[in-house]
């Protein structure tokens, strides 16, 4: 399965815009880019995914570069209930197994 | 949204000791479950993928008989950590699809595993 690069870490004042990056450079042409967030002690939640266009449900938005290498998960307004670890991945569409990268954790600052 | 129910939330058990965690889909059928691990600080590792009415899959690395996977129906899977010793130490979920192809996966709330 291809691989995705997300920062270790990101910090964010509250009630500002947080934007997510993800590189994912091999992605193949049948790739989903799936985003899900981990808070302590709980299993993951999902947040969003999408194929090729950019995407917005009630929880955040998924900007999906043109050559769809990168993406970008966007929080509008962060939130102290936003902290969390946030991972980027991709999952074949044929297929069925989710792999997780390390992820990116984000510290939401009052 | 999809409820996936995990039991139990945490276990210990002495070292030798067999242990069994459950993961139900309350209000769908689950034809796919997934078994993950994860230790501090660390992302989720998959260990298998649970598919109802036959064997499961394990990835590379993982030992099937010492951890156990019976998805018997399609509501219910099962994760038993034969002979736990103290490197079975971890936080357990599990995970299923609502639906075939693309769909996103619920997570249940994980099980954390100490063994003495």
């Known amino acids: 399965d291809a691989k995705t690069t997300q920062p270790n870490s990101m910090e964010s004042n509250e009630e500002e815009p947080v934007h997510l990056p993800c590189n994912h450079s091999?992605?193949?042409?049948?790739?989903?880019i799936h985003w899900y967030r981990q808070l302590p002690s709980q299993g993951p939640e999902y947040v969003i995914h999408?194929?090729?266009s950019n995407v917005n449900n009630r929880m955040a938005s998924l900007a999906i570069a043109e050559d769809r290498k990168s993406s970008t998960l966007i929080l509008h307004r962060a939130t102290l209930r936003d902290a969390a670890v946030y991972y980027c991945?991709?999952?074949?569409?044929?297929?069925?197994?989710?792999?997780f990268g390390t992820g990116t954790s984000l510290t939401v600052i009052p | 949204g999809a409820v996936v129910s995990q039991h139990p939330s945490w276990v210990i058990c002495k070292s030798g000791t067999s242990v069994k965690i459950e993961c139900r889909s309350l209000?769908?059928?689950?034809?796919?479950m997934f078994w993950y691990r994860q230790f501090p600080k660390q992302s989720l590792m998959l260990m298998a993928t649970?598919?109802?009415?036959?064997?499961?899959?394990?990835e590379q690395g993982v030992e099937k008989d010492k951890f156990l996977i019976n998805h018997a129906s399609l509501t219910l899977s099962t994760l038993t950590v034969t002979s736990a010793h103290p490197e079975d130490s971890s936080f357990y979920i599990c995970?299923?699809?609502?639906?075939?192809?693309?769909?996103?996966?619920?997570f249940g709330s994980g099980t954390q595993l100490s063994v003495l």
């Open positions: 995970s299923a699809n609502v639906g075939r192809g693309n769909e996103k996966l619920f």
């Open positions: 091999t992605i193949s042409g049948t790739d989903y």
């Open positions: 209000d769908f059928q689950a034809t796919t």
């Open positions: 999408g194929l090729t």
């Open positions: 649970s598919n109802e009415g036959s064997k499961a899959t394990y």
């Open positions: 991945i991709l999952r074949r569409r044929w297929g069925n197994q989710f792999y």
